[in-house]
């Protein structure tokens, strides 16, 4: 019988549903923990805010110390007389789980970690026989892990697959609300197959499950790690690991591409939810107890109730330049060995079986720092990660990674296989990639030897896992349990302890049992939004509160907590009197983003110009004699000070996930008896382009400092914050002239060096459109149609299907446009609107993605008359200040929709002067 992971406390409500599903699992051991709370992992300290003082001390961790001080851990062998330290187990506190150290001590080079799964020579001997007995083809097939939507369970077995992945938005049949029973039946169809090969090695099944297994129907959704850094309790990141591993299984998947063990140090990075905390601290505890939660911390294997687990992105994604998502990390060796590299020694301390390659380079010519994109750095993944660090399990690409190399395509990177990477995630361009593999092989570009080492290290984590001897995935453990899926208990308690108390004036909170409230603002009723990225869709966006059939909203929560009678809803607060309730209750803040299209690039942290409707709301309610209490929804701490100001308490609720409710039980009274207890994993900006921002660094005056947190109905005024913030950004828009002609991008047909494309889910990657003017996806079809003459236009039809895009790029390099910013342009392309977009629809500008700006340009289309021909214009300002980097645009023109839509596209160019006509747009119109 599988045993949960045991919690206690007079808060832990303990595994309770996994410990109810324990018989469906059949025979894992876990790791029992049990004693009293976690020792305290910091002292306090206190916010600074402008003139005025915190009238409250914090609890939290000491920002100014602690997080300088980097790597080593409570039981390693740090480097005496140049001996390689030693990491292993790290020191575990009363109730068994990693304790987050108060400081760790700093290493000069990078260390051996001895992992909790050991080598057993038995299974190598296995290993090397099968190796021995296959053949090249069979081989590579093995390292080959295409999309689950590009390849069938035939051709699985054909080419001797070795794994295959889903990513976020994709699900058996392209069905959003595919139920368990498909997603086994696709298992179990490409598990057959597998097995039905002269080898029978068994494949394997990846899937992005990075807060829960968020991408099925009907699951659990459990907070963004930023959430879970705010509650500093690495039991609860080992409990939502198993929980995680239980909903994994129960749709037969065998691999979870989770945790991120980023530590951000910008937080206009769009991937800033995703790290656990600035702090190196929290990430190590928690790396290594998120993979215990997922692996089921057996020693020998992975248990039986439990899933391979993905220590990623190795390495340094999370300190890019200006948080620009797969940029340019120019940290010294240092630096990656004792900040960036915490994580993983916690990880694989813990035995992960797999490492995801980062998209991030690393580079620092300066410091002779000259690896550049890390998919292709022999020394990152073979002399450190392999050789140094020692690990024996998976290296896995991530998506398309390989075409990002130097000299590589998606289809082709002897550099990256020889540089150590043994899974190749090549989701579309598979059946080229394998072909064009063996061919290295024979050539002697790619040695045999490589190979072998790539194939052994595949077959000892399934081993490992249970896979190359186990039954087909709807016989395993937790398979088509529907209570698997749920988590719901836990998933409150995560909520509950990961929200931070940021202002309560005169100790307002937790509101009165009996009180009367309204609440307002666009997040009250949106499981959209409180799920954020990586929530069924790959962006989250695309969602209905109706595609969370187990969620609980917000509002949903107040209901339950305050009865339905004293609950009034008033999204945009018009038409209500506050004056007429006890209090307001302010659910606002960011939507739904992922990667880099989360980046804030040259934007200012300034929530208000983010997302402006917010604080019209809060001007709304704000001094009406009633207090008005914002829960704030984000991924990652933003310039609020004007939020602030019209708030009487500030609750920072980060992506909480499904379970709304946890939220509501901290507001009312004896909902829960222990209240706020989060503190703050990442430093919170005094002004608006305060970023980077981080606790130990020269300088260092945050508003809130790592680690701040109010308890319930303690005071914490902080006064009335500076609203000043620039009016156009950080960091200026750059130099250059000014442009005096027209840039034509499409006149009737592509005006080199730009060539038009499609992009859906069958591949993102592009589809050029052909000198005939057709191309076609599953979601989107384009053809010749007529705006001004013949057959000057492309005409794209999406069918609703999922999202896609068109788009005009030039392939080979980005060009400095910053002259048609200077001089007052516009993007200007002649359309025929055919059916009006009936989803979110974006017009953007790429500088080289995931470097963009984009604006809103739904109301846009919905607005002109269908049928007949319009002109529109984009001011350049607009998508300069949504974070567009001009010096290095190369995708001048796209559209992207995730809904039904039909238009026609004619005459596309940029206009110097343009952004100066009457008709042309205004920025704030598109938001």
């Known amino acids: 019988m599988t045993r949960p992971f045991a919690r206690s406390g007079a808060r832990r409500s303990g595994f309770a549903v996994l410990a109810g599903l324990a018989v469906l699992a059949g025979g894992a051991t876990g790791l029992p923990g049990a004693g009293a709370e976690a020792a305290s992992t910091g002292t306090a300290g206190s916010a600074s805010v402008s003139a005025e003082t915190v009238s409250a001390k914090a609890t939290g961790a000491e920002a100014a110390g602690a997080v300088t001080a980097s790597a080593g851990t409570a039981g390693a062998e740090t480097a005496r007389g140049g001996r390689q330290p030693v990491i292993g187990r790290p020191a575990l506190d009363a109730r068994g789980c990693a304790r987050i150290e108060k400081n760790l001590p700093t290493l000069a080079d990078w260390p051996k970690v001895s992992s909790g799964i050991k080598r057993n020579p038995a299974d190598e001997r296995r290993i090397a026989k099968i190796v021995a007995g ?15 939507a590009a390849i069938t369970p035939e051709e699985v077995g054909r080419y001797f697959i070795g794994s295959v992945l889903n990513g976020g938005g994709s699900w058996p049949g392209r ?38 297994n968020n991408n099925v129907y009907g699951a659990t959704i459990f907070p963004h ?47 800033t939810y995703e790290g656990f905390s600035e702090d190196p601290r929290i990430t190590r505890a928690y790396g290594y107890e998120a993979v215990r939660g997922l692996q089921g911390g057996n020693p020998l294997r992975i248990g039986k109730g439990g899933v391979i687990a993905t220590a990623k992105h190795f ?41 995801m390659v980062s998209f991030n380079s690393w580079t620092n010519e300066e410091l002779g720092i000259t690896e550049g994109k890390l998919h292709g750095s022999e020394r990152a993944l073979t002399g450190i990660l392999k050789r140094k660090i020692g690990f024996d399990g998976v290296v896995v690409s991530d998506w398309n990674g390989i075409g990002q190399v130097p000299g590589c395509t998606n289809a082709s990177c002897p550099r990256a296989i020889n540089a150590g990477i043994d899974v190749v995630m090549v989701p579309n361009d598979w059946k080229a990639f394998i072909a064009n593999t063996v061919a290295q092989v024979d050539s002697g570009e790619i040695p045999m030897t490589r190979i072998d080492d790539a194939v052994t290290r595949i077959l000892r984590v399934k081993l490992r896992a249970g896979v190359l001897d186990g039954p087909r995935p709807s016989r395993r453990a937790f398979a088509g349990s529907a209570d698997a899926l749920e988590a719901r208990r836990l998933a409150r308690e995560a909520v509950r302890e990961s929200q931070v108390l940021l202002k309560n004036n005169g100790g307002v909170l937790p509101l009165p049992a009996d009180s009367r409230v309204l609440v307002v603002g666009k997040s009250a009723d949106s499981l959209q939004n409180q799920t954020g990225g990586w929530s069924l869709t790959w962006q989250g966006t695309g969602n209905v509160n109706a595609d969370f059939p187990n969620g609980t909203t917000i509002l949903g929560g107040l209901r339950e907590a305050l009865g339905e009678a004293d609950v009034t809803f008033a999204e945009t607060a018009d038409g209500v009197d506050p004056a007429a309730y006890d209090a307001v209750i302010a659910v606002i803040g960011e939507t739904p983003y992922a990667e880099g299209v989360g980046d804030l690039g040259r934007r200012s942290l300034e929530a208000a110009r983010l997302h402006p409707g917010d604080l019209a709301v809060l001007d709304k309610v704000s001094g009406k004699g009633v207090p008005v209490v914002t829960v704030y929804v984000t991924g990652r701490p933003l310039w609020v000070n004007k939020e602030l100001n019209r708030s009487d308490a500030f ?102 060096p730009y060539r038009s494309f499609i992009g859906s889910a ?84 790429h500088c080289g993605y995931p470097c963009l700006g984009e604006v809103v340009a739904t109301s846009l289309f919905q607005g002109l008359p269908v049928g007949t021909k319009a002109t529109v214009k984009i001011p350049i300002s607009c998508f300069a200040a949504a974070g567009l980097d001009l010096e290095t645009v190369n995708t001048p023109f796209l559209v992207y929709t995730d809904g039904a839509f039909s238009a026609s596209f004619a005459d596309v160019r940029w206009v110097p002067k343009a952004a100066t006509d009457p008709d042309a747009r205004s920025c704030s119109d598109l938001s």
């Open 134 to 148: 296959m053949t090249l083809a069979e081989k590579v097939g093995q390292m080959t892990q295409p999309e689950i």
């Open 175 to 212: 069905d959003k609300h595919a139920p368990q029973r498909a997603w086994l039946d696709l298992a179990d169809a490409y598990w057959a197959a597998s097995v039905a090969t002269r080898t029978k090695i068994p494949v394997i099944w990846g899937i992005d499950a990075v807060h829960g």
């Open 651 to 752: 609750v920072v609720a980060w992506l909480p996930g499904t379970e709304g409710g946890g939220v509501a039980d901290l507001l009312v009274r004896g909902r829960d008896r222990h209240g706020y207890t989060g503190r703050l994993p990442y430093s919170w900006p005094k002004t608006a382009c305060q970023t980077p921002l981080n606790a130990g660094t020269e300088g260092y005056d945050p508003l809130f400092p790592l680690g701040y947190g109010l308890r319930s109905r303690q005071s914490g005024s902080v006064g009335t914050l500076d609203e000043t913030a620039p009016p156009s950004g950080c960091g200026g828009q750059g130099g250059g002239g000014e442009a005096n002609e027209d840039l034509e991008i499409f006149n009737r047909a592509d005006v080199a």
């Open 762 to 845: 069958d591949n993102w990657g592009g589809t050029e459109i052909g000198a005939d003017g057709e191309a076609a996806h599953s979601a989107i079809g384009v053809v010749p149609a007529d705006v001004n003459v013949q057959q000057d236009a492309l005409k794209a039809t999406w069918n609703g299907t999922g999202p896609a895009q068109i788009y005009m790029q030039d392939p080979a390099k980005g060009t400095d446009l910053r002259g048609y910013l200077n001089a007052d342009g516009a993007l200007v392309f002649d359309t025929v609107v055919h059916r009006p977009p009936a989803a979110r629809t974006v017009i953007s500008v």
């Open 225 to 271: 790690n930023i959430g879970l850094g705010a509650a500093q309790d690495p039991c609860l990141v080992r409990d939502i690991g198993a929980a995680t591993a239980a909903q994994i299984r129960a749709t037969g998947q065998d691999w979870a591409f989770a945790p991120t063990l980023a530590v951000p140090r910008d937080d206009r990075w769009g991937r």
């Open 315 to 355: 390495i340094g994604d999370g300190g890019t330049l200006k948080g620009v998502d797969q940029g340019v990390n120019p940290s010294s060796e240092a630096e990656m060995i004792n900040l960036h590299g915490q994580g993983y020694y916690g990880a694989l301390a813990a035995g992960a079986q797999t490492v």
